[in-house]
């Protein structure tokens, strides 16, 4: 295994696509729980997502979110991922692709992506620039009534349970739908 020149500290996703046999799928089902379960006792995981085939297709991809390479890592290597591969092997026809995309990336790869090519840092640094900004400072605006008076750690933690997730899930995903031409490899 090959880790990449990312600083042990960045956050990590791991993003692999399977094609699953025909007949296979409700047992890859099972599998994908007792993944959820293995992956809850990897000290560093932090979530998981999971993209289902649509329209009778076999294609699975599935998100691991780590708090750093090196927890990416002692999942990658630990015997029981190894048995887990083991155990799906005979329900996959395919390994279509497995990535680690550092920090931040994931937000700017499209999740039906064929090969998960990035944008250039620049574009993908000043678009979250331009985002994030604004939804930083109304969010600010929005619970200083209700924190001002907590210490700076508090009040900073408040204001990040509303940002990361509302960036994560909403304003992100509409920034990088509507900057795709512009964000595309050059």
Do not use: N
């Amino acid at each position: 295994m090959t880790l990449p020149d990312t600083p042990p500290t960045d956050p990590v996703t791991l993003v692999v696509r399977r094609r699953i046999r025909a007949g296979h799928e409700a047992g890859y089902e099972q599998r994908l729980t007792e993944l959820g379960e293995l992956l809850g006792r990897v000290p560093g995981y932090r979530g998981t997502g999971i993209l289902r085939p649509a329209g009778g297709g076999r294609e699975y991809t599935v998100v691991a979110r780590f708090d750093s390479l090196s927890s990416a890592a002692a999942w990658e290597l630990s015997p029981e991922r190894t048995a887990w591969l083991d155990a799906i092997a005979p329900m996959v026809d395919d390994q279509l692709s497995f990535e680690r995309q550092p920090g931040l990336d994931f937000w700017f790869t499209p999740p039906a992506a064929p090969t998960l090519s990035q944008p250039r840092r620049w574009k993908m640094t000043l678009l979250t620039l331009l985002v994030l900004y604004p939804v930083s400072v109304g969010v600010t605006l929005l619970v200083a009534p209700l924190v001002g008076s907590w210490p700076l750690g508090l009040r900073a933690l408040a204001q990040m349970v509303l940002v990361v997730p509302s960036m994560t899930y909403l304003f992100m995903p509409l920034a990088t739908r509507s900057a795709a031409r512009w964000l595309s490899p050059d």
